[in-house]
């Protein structure tokens, strides 16, 4: 639809007549009687990049095009790309601006990642991937180590990357990140449920000795037939971890995994906190548990609530799943290496190398939570700073520490995971 307009009195035209805004309905087409130009949107579909492309060849050509050529020009311009008569012709006149060289202003940039990447992805790598909080707590023993059992970090990478925060190292990392997946194969066991607890005011979260369980499938994607699972413990309060593998789920298997986490552990058991699964809750655990001198309390988590059991769930991922994958390992061969290796290298190197972050409180503000964590702490030196542990338990773990490399030991660990996975895959 067309719409004309006249001069006004005066014989002068009307600016709303003439430029964007003025007069017309929407949807609507307007042309001005004295310059016969037209108001059209600009054009939605085309690319910036393009729009830029096509409007520097119109203006090359327009430099040296006659009067004649140079409104068929004009007409282009307000055809493709949606400009008004007077638009185009100030963007077709307008001259060629080169860019200017980039100033880089504020702050200057101290942490270059092509400068420092090379020599943090091995130590990360090392690490099993920690996020930057985590790694902030372990590079001052984990760089020493690196020189050690590697070769030396020059002066100026090491000095940043100790003064780093966990910020900078995340961004520093953000590019090489991944994600994983999880699987969840709980079995409810219901003899027992309406006699254990579920976990409430019992739990004395400030001590050590109250653990989370978990069992994780070696299965590879299929429950069928027997397979390895992983007992998976965690203390709430210090984060020590001990790792368990069985053949099958059997009620008696669980007990004896239990029995060798409890003797490992470098304080006494309290409180054993398990999902709703009938591998825990049984009367082989339950007895054994509340048939000794101190009885040690069992609780469960509410059904279907994994966060009631975030500590273990979380570890699932991060000390199982990272390490032995989703592969299926069904030759119960591999039960006694793969002990061997959690209760020695991997061992050793989750609770005496690899630092966590732990909750402290919770804060509401403006209807906001928000939590708010410690510093990151290797789950050895919150041992060292329990009451609950003897002085002869410190001075032993303190010693074997002080033998250690976190370099040799994740190469042991290579070697035993290879060893594993070809004993794996020779199935029986």
């Not at 590079?139 to 900078?168: D, F, N």
């Not at 050895?380 to 410190?394: F, H, N, W, Y």
Request: hydrophobic share 35%; proline share 5%.
């Amino acid at each position: 639809m067309v719409t004309r307009f006249s001069r006004a009195a005066g014989g002068e035209l009307r600016q709303k007549y003439c430029y964007p805004g003025g007069g017309g309905k929407a949807g609507e087409t307007i042309r001005c009687a004295r310059s016969d130009c037209y108001r059209g949107g600009m054009d939605k579909t085309m690319r910036p990049t393009t729009r830029e492309e096509v409007l520097k060849q119109l203006r090359r050509r327009y430099e040296t095009a006659g009067s004649e050529h140079k409104r068929k020009l004009l007409d282009q311009a307000q055809e493709l790309l949606g400009y008004h008569r007077k638009s185009a012709i100030r963007a077709l006149r307008a001259a060629t601006v080169a860019p200017a060289p980039w100033i880089r202003t504020g702050r200057p940039t101290r942490y270059e990642p092509s400068q420092l990447l090379p020599w943090l992805r091995p130590i990360w790598q090392a690490t099993d991937y920690a996020c930057g909080r985590r790694l902030v707590a372990m590079l001052p023993e984990w760089i020493p180590a690196y020189e050690q059992h590697e070769r030396r970090l020059p002066g100026a990478v090491r000095e940043k990357l100790l003064a780093a925060s966990g910020r900078t190292l995340d961004r520093l990392l953000e590019p090489l990140r991944g994600q994983g997946t999880g699987r969840s194969l709980t079995r409810p066991g219901t003899v027992l449920r309406q006699q254990i607890p579920i976990r409430g005011s019992l739990w004395e979260e400030g001590k050590a000795g109250w653990l989370e369980v978990d069992t994780v499938a070696l299965c590879g994607g299929s429950v069928a037939g027997e397979f390895v699972w992983m007992v998976d413990g965690v203390d709430y309060a210090t984060t020590w971890v001990e790792v368990r593998a069985m053949w099958g789920r059997g009620q008696v298997g669980t007990l004896a995994a239990l029995r060798d986490v409890e003797a490992s552990l470098p304080f006494a058991l309290l409180g054993l906190d398990s999902d709703n699964g009938g591998e825990f809750l049984n009367h082989h655990v339950l007895r054994w548990l509340q048939k000794r001198p101190q009885p040690v309390f069992m609780t469960r988590s509410r059904p279907y609530k994994k966060d009631d059991n975030a500590h273990v769930e979380q570890k699932n991922w991060t000390h199982i799943r990272q390490c032995f994958g989703y592969e299926r390992h069904d030759n119960p061969e591999v039960v006694e290496l793969i002990n061997a290796l959690v209760k020695g290298a991997y061992g050793q190197l989750l609770n005496y190398f690899h630092a966590s972050l732990k909750l402290e409180r919770k804060e509401r503000s403006e209807g906001r939570l928000q939590r708010i964590y410690g510093a990151a702490q290797t789950p050895l030196a919150r041992v060292l700073a329990s009451a609950e542990v003897t002085p002869q338990t410190k001075g032993r773990l303190e010693q074997e520490k002080a033998g250690l490399n976190p370099f040799a030991l994740k190469r042991e660990v290579a070697r035993s995971l290879k060893r594993i996975a070809s004993l794996r895959q020779a199935r029986p």
